[in-house]
Nanobody, 123 residues
Framework: QVQLVESGGGLVQAGGSLRLSCAAS????????MAWFRQAPGKEREFVATISWSGGITSYADFVKGRFTISRDNAKTMVYLQMNSLKPEDTAVYYC????????????????WGQGTQVTVSS
């Protein structure tokens, strides 16, 4: 079992940056692949980025490649999403998710979810 709490969302102008954090509870955090998803109003939840349990493998949605970076600190049981060059279309609630062992890119791949943090990018 792992519990996840996101933070770091807010309002930012287009072109700006935000860093999202996800604090995880549980002694087996290093056994979990972690991911970020997002959901805009009226749209389905979509994959943003994932990182393997060791941090050695990352994968990104095409629309964030080169702008967002996912990272993790297993000692601190934290996951981060550095978001640069933000666009108005990045506006959404961002969710942290965890899955034991193997990483994935689908919502149904993940068992544990945080409550989400709102990111709003103004034009």
């Amino acid at each position: 079992q792992v519990q996840l709490v996101e933070s770091g969302g807010g309002l930012v102008q287009a072109g700006g940056s935000l860093r999202l954090s996800c604090a995880a509870s549980g002694r087996t955090f290093s056994s979990y692949a972690m991911a970020w998803f997002r959901q805009a109003p009226g749209k389905e939840r979509e994959f943003v980025a994932t990182i393997s349990w060791s941090g050695g493998i990352t994968s990104y949605a095409d629309f964030v490649k080169g702008r967002f970076t996912i990272s993790r600190d297993n000692a601190k049981t934290m996951v981060y999403l550095q978001m640069n060059s933000l666009k108005p279309e990045d506006t959404a609630v961002y969710y942290c998710a965890a899955r034991l062992r193997a990483w994935g890119v689908h919502v149904n791949d993940y068992n544990f979810w945080g409550q989400g943090t709102q990111v709003t990018v103004s034009s």
